[in-house]
């Protein structure tokens, strides 16, 4: 036997080492509610860690053009039949890097460049890749974004259709990042076929509502599907996309060879393990959980006087207007992280201010739900998070911020962070 002398992380690079335990330490001290983000278990994290990543697996299972694919294969396939059971979806190609790549995936299955393609606009709770101008998605496609309602701020299906009408596109986007109400899949899907377009739903937030019964899947509905596997689906970071058969061998030669190179097989074990983790019953009641937590907190933020776009939510997100108050979105969030409750400033609908600096604050319910709080907490959540945006809004004092901090982490001390 040779003796192991391998260093270990903290020997090779303490000066990483020691960022990567203040920030798994801040993650547990915070409230954190992100809406994008969650807590990966320790089985997710540990599948990420290994070997898996030292290896090339250019093509898909039985099709390779690397030897050494013993084990890769069966990982592979194993992600892929627990992701078509997850959603009972037709296909699925578990190699995206990431949710954006997996939508130019879809693009660039289904689209020529130049051809016209529909996506609720990001003011409006859209993303980037459904057309947005600064992206790729905008550049090399003729976008046409739709939006909400100016007086309840929802989806305008009778805007999505009038648009589809005039525009012909060749596929339209159903999705969202921050977006409160449940999406309508069948009436989109009955706009899409009327004028000739493929439907491509994007549930990159809401997978693991769809995955858990907690939210309408589009499956049924859509031509392709395509999500991230780290928001509230709550494994590795990467993508995931799900199509009819009948794509399914353009979705797989848009991911490779069209995209990417080789799959990151580290991250396609993890997503397996996320998939098992999300067949299993606790799952959904984690899912079901989540929208409780939220609608909970939307009725506690709404008696402490706050406004909400929609004025509640059908999902794991909220949108805090601070435009009553004439409130910088960006300030209220920066002071509340100093209190130890993390969210971001987002963009509402017909939003006054600038994008870098708007009127909401977007909550989002998945990762405390992870952490096991449940709707009897949501009334300790939702103080904190109003006692502190008055904190932020009175000028951000920071012995009352230090005070807020104090209770979260006394609050959180008791819930397990998972995977930390
Ligand atoms: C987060 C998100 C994406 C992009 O995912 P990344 O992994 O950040 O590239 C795509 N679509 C929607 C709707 C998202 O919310």
Known sequence: MIARTEPDLHEVDPEIEALMRKEDARQRDSLRLIASENYASRAVLTATAGSLTNKYAEGYPGKRYYEGMDFIDPIES??????????AAEHANV?????????????????????????????????????????????????????????????????????????????????????????????????????GAYLAADIAHIAGLVAGGAHPSPVPHADVVTTTTHKTLRGPRGGLILCKAAHAAAIDKAVFPGLQGGPHNHVTAAKAVAFKEALAPSFTTYAHQIVANARALAEVLIGRGFRLVTGGTDNHLMLVD?????????????????????????????????????????????????????????????????????????????????AIRGRVAEFLAPFAAPGL
């Open 78 to 87: 194993i992600a892929i039949a627990r992701a078509r059971q997850l959603f």
């Open 95 to 195: 190699q995206p890097y990431s949710g954006s790549p997996a939508n130019l995936a879809a693009l660039l299955a289904l689209c020529q460049p130049g051809d016209t393609i529909m996506g609720l606009s990001l003011p409006a709770g859209g993303h980037l890749t459904h057309g947005w101008k600064v992206s790729a998605t905008g550049i090399y496609y003729k976008a046409v974004q739709y939006g909400v309602r100016r007086d309840d701020n929802r989806i305008d299906m009778d805007e999505v259709r009038s648009l589809a009408r005039e525009h012909r596109p060749k596929l339209i986007w159903v999705g969202h990042s921050a977006y409160p109400r449940v999406l309508d899949f069948p009436a989109f899907a009955a706009i899409a076929q009327e004028v």
């Open 322 to 402: 601070l435009s009553p108050r004439e409130l910088s979105g960006r300030k209220i969030a920066h002071v509340l992280n100093g209190c130890g409750i993390e969210l971001n400033a987002n963009s509402i609908p017909f939003d006054p201010r600038k994008p870098f600096d708007p009127s909401g604050l977007r909550v989002g319910l998945a990762a405390i739900t992870s952490r096991g709080l449940v709707t009897e907490h949501m009334g300790t959540v939702g103080e904190l998070i109003a006692d502190a945006i008055e904190v932020a809004a009175a000028g951000g004092d920071p012995a009352r911020c230090a």
